[in-house]
């Protein structure tokens, strides 16, 4: 039988560099599916697989305008000076009992390379957003960390037990749309760009403006 989340406190981590449609309707659909309690959205202090050129500051703000009607906007990153995931779970169990951390497809599909890897995965539940129409591109994946007895099957094929550990990882599709907040920073830097067509709340738009944030 599948796990309820309706008490879980789902984090929803990135760069936010910048927010978009896409970010904001991955978290609208979390209180849908899988139904969570609340969504704290966490701005990345650092991020080590990458490196994050706009300061902290200006990145917290942003998701402060695209999310705080929606979500909690927190800045326990800075707040604790921690850089990685299992540092941040760390953190937050001491605070909440029940949580999930969200991750997209791509970030399933890197997670061997993550800090303290797989013991960050019984730190709390996981939900992988599948983007529709869903591709299986992570199954292969998924195949790994069956065989390596990472994860382990349950009569539910989009639930998978953690395995050693009471937490799961559940597999949810979202409507968000393919956007990149690269590709998005990339667009602001050409010419001719009518960036008020891009995929981007006009709280934040205004705050990119204002603050002549990506060549503005």
Known sequence: MSISFER??????G?????????????????????VARVMVVPSL????KTVTTPYPERLQMARLAFSDIAEVSSIEEDLKV???????????????????VIGTDQFQ??????????????SDWIVLLRKPVTGIHESTLREFASQSILTATPDAQEWQITGSPRVLRFVETDAPEISSTRIRERFSLPNTEIHNLPVE???MDWIKRNHLYGT
Do not use: Q
């Open 46 to 49: 650092g991020t080590p697989l």
């Open 83 to 101: 850089n990685y995931t299992f540092e941040l779970l760390t953190a937050l169990r001491s605070k909440h009992e029940r949580l999930a951390f």
């Open 8 to 13: 879980h406190l789902a984090v929803f981590g």
């Open 15 to 35: 760069s936010f560099n910048p927010p978009h449609i896409g970010h904001r309707v991955a978290v609208e659909g979390l209180l849908r599916n899988p139904g």
């Open 202 to 204: 006009s709280p934040v």
């Open 110 to 123: 890197s997670l061997r390379s993550w800090s303290r890897f797989p013991d960050v995965l019984k730190l």
